[in-house]
């Protein structure tokens, strides 16, 4: 009795999940082909449906054809599956599972890749903030520089100037003024306080005496 597979089994077998197999199965039953049924309905395959079936995989993934023109092409009462396996390498379901684990090794490498790049450009973005940050400091920096060395020449300038002497010469010449007018003022109350000090007959020509001596 020839060997009958379920349909999990059978998935199993061609490498593939069962809605992809159910997938397939439902195209081929449209192109005409005829699976097995037990009497639940349930589908039974057999090697002979194991063969079909890589030979329509084999066409679809290797040699390019469309899911319907593979399924009119091994659909046909001539078509041998033989004749597209022998040049065909089907992969087992042993060889399926590594390529799947590789796949998802090689999505999760990508996923990680991704995230290293989105680093990368929020640090290219950070270097590039604080270069014109640093930027800005230089230019203020130059501009103190400049301002200061604007202040230090005004004030060389100043100490410079041929006007100082003269404006020296006015200082003392106010000086002196405000010397003079102190002196007179002693001098107007030491003669006071001698008008007071005297008798009031004698004090008109002390008076007069003093005020000759002031303004001598």
């Given at each position: 009795?020839?060997a ?12 593939i ?7 397939y199965?439902?195209?081929l039953e ?14 039974q ?12 995989l084999?066409l679809?993934?290797?040699?390019g054809?469309?899911?319907?023109e593979?399924?009119?092409?091994v659909t046909d ?10 040049h065909?390498i089907i ?6 599972s ?11 490498l990508?996923?990680?890749?991704y ?8 640090l290219?973005?950070?270097i ?9 400091l230089?230019?203020?920096n ?13 004030i ?11 404006q ?5 010449r ?26 009031l ?16």
């Amino acid at each position: 009795m020839a060997a009958l597979y379920a349909t999990g089994a059978f998935a199993e077998q061609l490498g593939i999940s069962k809605a992809s197999l159910q997938h397939y199965i439902t195209i081929l039953e449209e192109h005409g082909y005829e699976v097995r049924r037990n009497n639940r309905m349930h589908r039974q395959f057999s090697n002979e449906d194991l063969m079909i079936l890589r030979a329509f995989l084999a066409l679809n993934k290797h040699r390019g054809l469309k899911l319907k023109e593979a399924a009119q092409t091994v659909t046909d009462p001539k078509f041998e599956p033989a004749e597209i396996l022998q040049h065909d390498i089907i992969p087992t379901s042993y060889q399926v599972s590594q390529f799947e684990d590789l796949s998802n090794s090689m999505e999760l490498l990508a996923t990680h890749i991704y995230g290293i790049e989105q680093k990368n450009i929020q640090l290219l973005t950070l270097i590039e903030e604080q270069r014109t940050q640093n930027e800005l400091l230089i230019e203020q920096n130059q501009t103190l520089k400049q301002q200061f060395g604007v202040m230090m020449q005004h004030i060389l300038d100043q100490a410079n100037e041929p006007s100082y002497p003269v404006q020296q010469r006015q200082l003392d010449r106010v000086e002196q003024q405000n010397s003079a007018i102190m002196s007179a003022l002693n001098k107007l109350n030491v003669a006071q306080q001698e008008l007071h000090a005297t008798p009031l007959p004698e004090s008109e020509k002390q008076v007069k005496g003093l005020i000759g001596k002031l303004f001598k």
